[in-house]
Nanobody
Framework: QVQLVESGGGLVQAGGSLTLSCVVS????????VGWFRQVPGKERAFVAA????????YYTPAVKGRFTISRDNAKNTVYLQMNSLKPEDTAVYYC??????????????????WGRGTQVTVSS
């Protein structure tokens, strides 16, 4: 059974930092792309960042590029999202997701096969 469990969310002041973790269990970890998405009430889930199978390629939505860094530790079956210079508009529930078999369309939520339950990030002004 594939499971993804996020942690690391919380309340932080604008300009602060948080690191989210996503522990992935199930099929061989290194063979899958992992993405982070976020969602606010009344809006669709939005792409934040993704990391390809081998970890060599990373992708970011323009709003977070230069502030967020996605990385993975295959030995720990964990993907991280380091978030710096946080802004109030980064407030959302953050989800990690796993995409099987390919690295295409990593910015599309409907391309992912498995999802975590999310972790709340709140940035105060």
């Amino acid at each position: 059974q594939v499971q993804l469990v996020e942690s690391g969310g919380g309340l932080v002041q604008a300009g602060g930092s948080l690191t989210l973790s996503c522990v992935v269990s199930g099929r061989t970890f290194s063979s899958y792309a992992v993405g982070w998405f976020r969602q606010v009430p009344g809006k669709e889930r939005a792409f934040v960042a993704a990391i390809a199978w081998g970890g060599g390629s990373t992708y970011y939505t323009p709003a977070v590029k230069g502030r967020f860094t996605i990385s993975r530790d295959n030995a720990k079956n964990t993907v991280y999202l380091q978030m710096n210079s946080l802004k109030p508009e980064d407030t959302a529930v953050y989800y990690c997701a796993r995409k099987d078999y390919s690295d295409y369309n990593l910015n599309r939520a409907d391309e992912y096969n498995y999802w975590g339950r999310g972790t709340q990030v709140t940035v105060s002004s």
